[in-house]
């Protein structure tokens, strides 16, 4: 059993609250990937798992066993840090074998543990080498190398591959999933990039300065965010979020309205607070604007810029009156995604359309008011069974 | 002129850059140095005139007890000042825990350095004056009589390098103080995820980041007890009978106080030899760990 708990973590410097009463229970074998914006508190929560921080109030357990009070070496956890952090002086061999030398292992078990661990990560012709005479992802390597060799039962990672070039981070992206799913152990990913976030997750932890926004399944995430921040975050590009406001409110349903936007009647859940003439917020991906003007509603709009990706475009759009608030280029566009072939140049009139299913409602606080819809995308990594 | 200057300025401006030094050091250390040498193999008092003396000094010295008693003086200061870096170390460790009330001890520990090796010296003979120093009443106090250290020639050596020990461990503190300071903490965070502690994170994580350090702390060391002087100068004056006196103080008395400046600088000579055997170590030392660093 290598499943971690998190009790409340409370963690302050000075006065400013760091870690707000954060919760967490990652199952025996999970993949927990921590996204958020910069300085919201993400390495210092790995830290205070591994117990480089000490924290101010709450409970670690990991495998069934309270750790709190322990030492880093005790917790039965190995971490790899984003600097790397190998030692300079050591060959790579001593660098990956020195947590089981510190536990007083004998020499032969040592070399064993550390031959198998270069081999996973196909290292060993470094073995002999100093970290000075290796790249950035042979460096890398070796630090994730260092973490396998103590066998732990929970993995940590402070962005790993944000030093790495993006064709390398690709490519060890993939490597370390496919590490996680032959070791079988817990891992905690802390990373600031989406794309990690998304495609190696079982589940995704979304943080905001200290306090957690919303913990589930990238899919779930993506689908039901629980915030207008929670929808913010995730997507590239982000979501579109126009102000508009509350014109009719019955039992199930809500009707918003505001200038140059048709009335849109949207499906609230049960416990959404809202009334009419309130302030509300709607949010629609990129994805779900189309260009050809197809969809429950229309309007129309003058293309801003077209960013052409091959595969796909990203096209901006000018369609005031209507504004989005926040929006990608600051100009109040709306943006759209689609496929790559389209014709449209700038300043083209076209009508866009999208679908009111496809529409989020956020009330001013930010709570998302529409009712949860099924995830029919397929993108989520194979769930371990627990 | 300016066309001249234009096509010579790309080797004009690092002479000027380099002259000072460079004239500063053939003036001051070169041809001193060599004038020295040069009259290491005279007889001159200092006013008169200078009379051809071959190798007659370096004769007399290889038959002077008063040299060898010097020369053993130097080994012991130098082997005794060997445990200025390692307290350093552990005084530089011991406040740098975060612990309140840390900041006054550290300034403490920094007062012998802003004294002046001669205060230091004063401060130290009152220590150790038998009837009324501080080191006498600690004896008294536990119904002893204090020896009087400074005019104990089996002792004395051994007196005045405590004195001097002083502001030179804390000289090496604040080196390591420095060093502490630049330790990368990703490092420390690994060591601790990895089980070390203590001794063990000391050993292999710590002290190989303090290499540098280290090594300039021996070497600054290593020359300050070569050039031991101020101290015996203000302690004990080389006395009782020579018995705590250095080369370096050997040399001063021979030519200042007793006008025999060609027996002075062949002393000087040999204090030159053993130096320059030292620095040419450190030099070797520090290029290779400089190609080691690159
Ligand atoms: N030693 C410290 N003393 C005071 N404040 C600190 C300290 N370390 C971190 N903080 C503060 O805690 C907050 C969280 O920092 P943390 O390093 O956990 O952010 P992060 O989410 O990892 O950000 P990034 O994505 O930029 O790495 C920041 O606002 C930072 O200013
Ligand atoms: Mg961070």
Not at chain 1, 50 to 59: K, N
Request: aromatic residues 8%.
């Amino acid at each position: 059993m290598n499943d971690l708990e998190l009790n409340g973590i409370t963690k302050r410097y000075g006065d400013t609250t760091v870690l707000a009463d954060i919760n967490l229970t990652a199952k025996d074998k999970e993949f927990i990937v921590v996204v958020g914006p910069s300085g919201c508190g993400k390495s210092t929560l790995l830290k205070s798992i591994a117990g480089l921080e000490s924290i101010d109030s709450g409970q670690i357990l990991i495998g069934g066993r309270d750790v709190t009070r322990e030492e880093p070496g005790d917790r039965d956890i190995a971490m790899v840090f984003q600097s790397y952090a190998l030692y300079p002086h050591m060959t790579v061999a001593e660098n990956m074998g020195f947590g089981l030398r510190m536990a007083g292992r004998p020499k032969a078990e040592i070399q064993k543990a550390v031959k198998r661990a270069a081999e996973i990560l196909q290292i060993n012709d470094y073995l002999a080498m100093r970290p000075r005479q290796l790249s950035g992802g042979q460096r890398q390597r070796v630090a994730i190398g260092r973490a396998i060799t103590r066998s732990p039962s929970v993995f940590l990672f402070d962005e790993p591959l944000s030093n790495l070039d993006a064709a390398l981070r690709t490519q060890m992206r993939v490597e370390i999933g496919l590490l996680y799913r032959r070791l079988e152990a817990t891992m905690v990913y802390v990373t600031h990039d989406q794309v990690e976030a998304m495609t190696m997750a079982t589940r995704i932890v979304l943080m905001n300065h200290g306090v957690v926004e919303q913990i589930g399944t990238p899919v779930e995430l993506y689908t039901n965010p629980r915030n207008r921040f929670v929808a913010g975050f995730l997507g590239s590009p982000r979501m579109n979020f126009i102000s508009t406001r509350a014109v009719e409110v019955a039992d199930g349903s809500a009707v918003v309205d505001s200038e140059g936007l048709a009335r849109i009647r949207l499906d609230i859940h049960n416990e959404a607070r809202v009334a009419v003439g309130d302030e509300v917020v709607i949010g629609l991906r990129p994805e779900s604007i189309r260009l050809d003007g197809q969809g429950d509603h229309q309007l129309s709009a003058r293309i801003g810029l077209i960013e052409q990706l091959g595969r796909e475009a990203i096209a901006y759009l000018d369609a005031a009156p209507v504004r989005a608030i926040e929006s990608e280029n600051g100009l109040g566009h709306l943006t759209a995604q689609t496929d790559g072939r389209i014709t449209l140049r700038r300043d083209d009139a076209v009508s866009i359309g999208f679908d009111a299913a496809d529409v989020y409602l956020f009330d001013a606080e930010g709570k998302t008011l529409t009712s949860a819809r099924t995830a029919d995308i397929r993108s989520e990594p194979e769930m371990v069974d627990a | 002129m300016k066309t001249l200057w234009r096509r010579h300025r790309c080797w004009l401006w690092p002479v000027i850059f380099l002259a000072p030094g460079v004239i500063l050091f053939w003036g001051v250390i070169v041809a001193s140095s060599a004038q020295s040498l040069a009259i290491s193999f005279f007889r001159w008092d200092g006013f008169g005139p200078m009379t051809w003396a071959g190798l007659s000094n370096y004769v007399e010295l290889l038959h002077d007890p008063q040299f060898y008693t010097s020369l053993k003086n130097n080994i012991i200061w130098l082997v005794m000042f060997m445990a200025a870096p390692p307290l350093g170390l552990a005084i530089a460790l011991l406040v740098n825990q975060q612990i309140r009330g840390m900041r006054l001890v550290k300034s403490l520990f920094f007062m012998p350095l802003v004294m002046s090796q001669v205060a230091v010296g004063v401060v130290f003979a009152w220590f150790y004056d038998p009837t009324n120093g501080l080191l006498a009443l600690i004896f008294k106090a536990i119904g002893a009589t204090a020896p009087a250290l400074l005019s104990n020639p089996e002792w004395v050596t051994v007196a005045v390098v405590i004195a001097a020990l002083w502001p030179q461990v804390s000289f090496c503190m604040i080196l390591f103080m420095a060093g502490l300071n630049n330790l990368d903490e990703s490092q420390i965070a690994a060591a601790r995820v990895d089980g070390a502690k203590g001794w063990h994170m000391l050993r292999h994580v710590v002290l190989p980041q303090l290499r540098q350090v280290n090594f300039i702390a021996i070497a600054v060391t290593v020359i300050g007890a070569l050039r031991s002087f101020d101290m015996i100068s203000v302690m004990t004056s080389g006395g009782p009978f020579g018995s705590s006196n250095v080369l370096a103080y050997q040399m001063y008395e021979q030519s200042i106080e007793a006008y025999r400046f060609g027996y002075g600088a062949a002393i000087a000579a040999v204090l030159f030899v053993v130096m320059a055997v030292f620095i040419a170590w450190y030099l070797h030392r520090m290029l290779r760990m400089e190609r080691e660093g690159a």
